[in-house]
């Protein structure tokens, strides 16, 4: 996310904000010269910084995510503008519901709730984590393991966790599903 603003009368001071919501970087600009350098995964953050030369001004930017999304900037204590980022992710929006996603669900539920369980959650994820953490433990151990007991610890752990995380998507989805239909009804 990208934004810029124009803070000063006599002095025109130029700020640039980049945030990347994924890696978490945060970089503060003004007049192009980087004032401000972070790596932050917290869900609110307050960042604070002087600019200007003749005329100082102290800048406050507030970007939050929970409970909900909002990013304001403060000018020498006054709001000085109301949304900074138009689309910032907010951790209640995440799992909302669209058409799209909609048809997809019910795509699901007409296949059933044991095609679900059992093919898509217990042998697709189930067996990519098998996969994924037998390699990460055979090759990422720094003694040597027995190949057969690492591999047969993960087919089973790693099914039984994908049935159980499915049993919780099922109830989950079904439960947004039906909310969603209900508001189009209304």
Known sequence: MKAQFTVGDTEKIIIDVYCAVWSGLQIYKTNGEVVHRLRSFRPNDVIEFSVGERETHKIRIVLKSIPKASSEVYVDGELYIETLFKDIPSWNTVGTWDA???????????????????????????????????????????????????????????????????????????????????????
């Open 100 to 186: 799209k996603k909609a048809r997809k669900w019910k795509n699901t539920l007409k296949k059933g709730k044991w095609h679900y369980l059992l093919i898509r959650s217990s042998l697709y994820w189930g067996g990519a984590m098998v996969i994924g953490m037998s390699v990460l433990n055979i090759y990422g151990s720094p003694v040597p393991v027995d190949v057969a007991r690492v591999v047969s610890i993960n087919l089973v752990i790693w099914p039984l966790f994908g049935f159980f995380l499915g049993m919780f998507e099922w109830r989950s989805n079904n439960k947004k599903y039906y909310q969603y239909q209900s508001k189009l009804s209304e």
